[in-house]
Nanobody, 115 residues
Framework: QVQLVESGGGLVQPGGSLRLSCAAT????????VGWYRQAPGKQRELVATMTRGGTTNYSDSVKGRFTISRDNAGNTVYLQMNDLKPEDTAVYYCNPKVSTRTYWGQGTQVTVSS
């Protein structure tokens, strides 16, 4: 049974940085494809970044140039480095990795950007 643990959210001032982590345990398989999503109050969940097994990344226009998705060498933990944060980045962030043949959702971590 795959367990996901997200961490790294918090309160940060505009222009600041945070790094989110999403660790997958309980499987002999590493993370293949992964997406990071966010959902702000009253809004739909949106996809902000993806990474394939081969390392190809994609970003939404709203975060391009500021966010970076990556993973550790073992392929069991993925990260979302968020720089130059803006108030409109405030949301609950979710990782959505694929492990073996299934996809999973993290529990979400709150990111609040405010002065």
């Amino acid at each position: 049974q795959v367990q996901l643990v997200e961490s790294g959210g918090g309160l940060v001032q505009p222009g600041g940085s945070l790094r989110l982590s999403c660790a997958a345990t309980g499987s002999a398989f590493s993370i293949s494809f992964v997406g990071w999503y966010r959902q702000a109050p009253g809004k739909q969940r949106e996809l902000v970044a993806t990474m394939t097994r081969g390392g190809t990344t994609n970003y939404s226009d709203s975060v391009k140039g500021r966010f970076t998705i990556s993973r550790d060498n073992a392929g069991n933990t993925v990260y979302l480095q968020m720089n130059d944060l803006k108030p409109e980045d405030t949301a609950v962030y979710y990782c959505n990795p694929k492990v073996s043949t299934r996809t999973y959702w993290g529990q979400g971590t709150q990111v609040t950007v405010s002065s």
